[in-house]
């Protein structure tokens, strides 16, 4: 446990390593940051100025190891539009980002599994027809057009929902903004956890569907059936606790990409989280702050996939957590 | 009087383009501690009779006639609830092979308490009880240590002995071993095999064996059945059948054992093979490998010819009869 645990960090420090490297190397590329830093009146020869008292016009390299040097201490740069460090711009903004994960998922926990298990056990009922038509569709359409037309739908058409932001919050210890603890801050999360729940929840029906009826031809169903279990039992012990294995292993993984997808939903939402900032930086060429965003999302992936693992070798009794090659 | 009766039993699979017949008119019974073998080549429809039984046939197969009584039920007929109150309990089923047949997620007691808990109404602890006197029964080292391991932990022939004892945890009227030995190493074979002979002869089990081979058929069973292309060619007591097979095929089939040649000539063969289930030929299906064809084998199908206490489907067997 101890080994695995170690060999993890090793792995987690390269992926950061390089996600680093990338993150800083594409910076560039992205257009000049004074000119959003200092305002029309600064004239080209006092921009050479300050290029040069920031850095900006060293060797790529040299620019990166001092990078690297101040990263390793905690220290991703200054935010160059909020003149404040950048990971704590960051890290202001990931409560809003984290929760509205956790309501995605907890969607897609809570319909993925009942769903692809009816499916892959009626698989010619017409209701399962009708779950994978459906599922076909919400692959297909782009969260971004499933978020206008749930604010279409529920805010302005029904007046359900709000349509934007957060919503009250209230402060836990450590100063984490939560939203999940007034009745206005759940009813802001409504909407985008589903918009962002969208692509992931068809995919994972599909995913159970298709991984339960493959289980379900294995030998040992068939024994279970000769064994004059109930159906109940037979389906969902028998047959799901092998079902969720290799779903777990993706499943770990796509939670981690939605992250990803936050920038759109967040965006649409006007949600105050990590992946709106990012766009924003991306806009203002906040280089510090893009780096850090891309930095600390890598982090929260490296950590999901552990937990993945960890989660996998308690449910599978044949996988043993060590250090070596598994 | 016989404790499970099939008659005329039938079944098919539905393929494009028409139905295929696996086991046509399949009769036969075994009566309470009888041991019955089920012999014949890979795709005579031995392994879809012992899964019809329970009605366990894989989709889209189905029993399209005939009855399976047990005790006076017809189990062709029960509704799946009351279908499922036979299943693992009066009549219980030991799979080819125990790398497959046992969940790899769930412990050997799970799987063995489960059965009781289902079928016998038991609480955890008595059934956990019961699961640990059968571990031990089956020959299984420091069952309750055992009990709580996951089958990854256990070999093919333990895991095998696992299966038997889940077979055993009901005290079975029947137990239905589909080639029980046949993934596992040739020297466990021989004490699986001698394992499942002891219990059966001890409990009073009832036991259909279905195997491809003469040799456990002929040091197991009282009794013995020759299927070919989806139908049963002969019946007899087996020590007939091995001694004097009346069946053109059941006789390659005895001659075709490695004994039955001196050391370094070659083993005898049916010329051949076994038509696929697709296009039996008409008349007698074995009749294009038979050196006994007449004109009437290639029309007619054989009926049954009734010896003393057998039976076998040929035309030249009848022949000899009459005369």
């Known amino acids: 446990m101890i080994a695995f645990f170690i060999r993890r960090i090793g792995q987690a420090m390269i992926v950061m390593f390089v996600i680093s490297l990338i993150a800083f190397s594409i910076q560039d590329n992205l257009g000049d940051p004074l000119r959003e830093l200092v305002g029309q009146s600064v004239s080209e020869a006092e921009r050479q100025v300050l290029r040069d008292e920031m850095g900006l016009n060293d060797p790529f390299l040299v620019q990166y190891w001092r990078f690297l040097k101040r990263a390793v201490k905690g220290d991703l740069g200054n935010s160059y539009f909020f003149k404040r460090p950048a990971l704590e711009v960051i890290l202001e903004k990931l409560p809003a980002t984290v929760e509205l994960v956790m309501g995605a998922t907890l969607i897609i926990l809570l319909f993925s599994i009942p769903i692809g298990v009816y499916c892959a056990i009626n698989p010619r009922s017409w209701l399962t027809k009708l779950m994978m038509g459906t599922s076909i569709i919400g692959i297909s359409i782009p969260v971004f057009l499933t978020a206008i037309l749930l604010i279409y739908l529920f805010s302005i058409e029904l007046g359900w929902f709000p349509s934007f932001g957060r919503g009250e919050t209230t402060v836990l210890f450590g100063g984490w903004h939560t939203g999940l603890l007034t009745r206005d801050g759940l009813m802001h999360l409504i909407l985008p956890s589903i918009a962002l729940s969208s692509i992931m929840l068809p995919l994972f029906i599909r995913l159970i569907r298709s991984e339960m009826m493959e289980v379900l031809e294995q030998e040992y169903i068939r024994f279970a059936w000769a064994k004059g279990l109930t159906r109940k039992r037979i389906w969902f012990l028998h047959a799901l606790k092998n079902t969720l294995l290799p779903v777990i292993t993706v499943g770990g993984v796509q939670i981690g990409t939605m992250i990803a997808y936050t920038i759109l939903t967040e965006t649409v939402f006007q949600w105050p989280g990590m992946g709106f900032l990012f766009l924003e930086a991306v806009n203002r060429v906040d280089t510090p702050l893009i780096i850090a965003y891309l930095i600390v999302v890598g982090l929260i992936f490296v950590i999901t996939n552990t937990l993945v693992d960890l989660i996998y070798g308690l449910v599978n009794p044949t996988v043993k957590l060590t250090g070596g090659a598994a | ?323």
Not at chain 2, 187 to 203: D, K, S, V
Not at chain 2, 231 to 240: K, S
Request: charged content about 20%.
């Open chain 2, 1 to 323: 009087m016989p404790i499970l009766e099939i008659k005329n039993l039938e079944v098919r699979f539905p393929m494009r383009g028409g139905e295929l017949i696996a086991i046509r008119d399949i009769s036969f019974s075994i009566d309470r501690g009888e041991r019955l073998g089920i012999v014949g080549e890979s795709g005579a429809g031995k392994s879809v009779a012992a899964f019809a039984i329970l009605r366990l046939i894989g989709r889209p197969g189905y029993i399209s006639g005939g009855q399976i009584l047990f005790e006076g039920n017809d189990l062709a007929r029960l509704s799946p609830e009351q279908l499922r109150q036979f299943r693992g309990n009066q009549i219980t089923m030991i799979f080819q092979d125990p790398m497959m047949t046992l969940n790899p997620v769930l412990t050997i007691g799970t799987q063995m308490i489960e059965c009781l808990q289902t079928h016998r109404g038991m609480g955890r602890k008595q059934a956990r009880k019961v699961a640990v006197e059968k571990l031990r029964r089956v020959a299984i080292p420091s069952p309750e240590a055992r009990i709580d391991q996951y089958p990854h932990e256990l070999s093919g022939g333990m895991r095998q002995r696992v299966v038997i004892a889940i077979a055993l945890l009901t005290d079975p009227a029947i137990i239905i071993a589909d080639e029980p030995t046949t993934a596992l190493d040739v020297t466990i074979q021989a004490e699986i095999m001698e394992l499942l002979l002891a219990l059966c002869e001890t409990h009073q089990v009832a036991l259909i064996l279905i195997t491809h081979d003469l040799g456990v058929v002929s040091e197991i069973t009282q009794r013995a059945i020759v299927m070919y292309a989806g139908r049963i060619v002969e019946e007899g007591p087996t020590r007939d059948i091995i001694e004097r097979a009346r069946h053109p095929y059941t006789h390659g089939l005895i001659d075709a054992l490695p004994e039955r040649t001196h050391p370094g000539q070659r083993l005898n063969q049916i010329p051949g093979s076994m038509p696929s289930l697709v296009d039996i030929p008409p008349g007698c299906a074995f009749h294009p490998r038979c050196e006994h064809v007449t004109d009437l084998c290639q029309t007619r199908v054989p009926g049954y010819t009734l010896l003393d206490h057998a039976r076998v489907a040929c035309h030249w067997v009848a022949a000899q009869e009459q005369s």
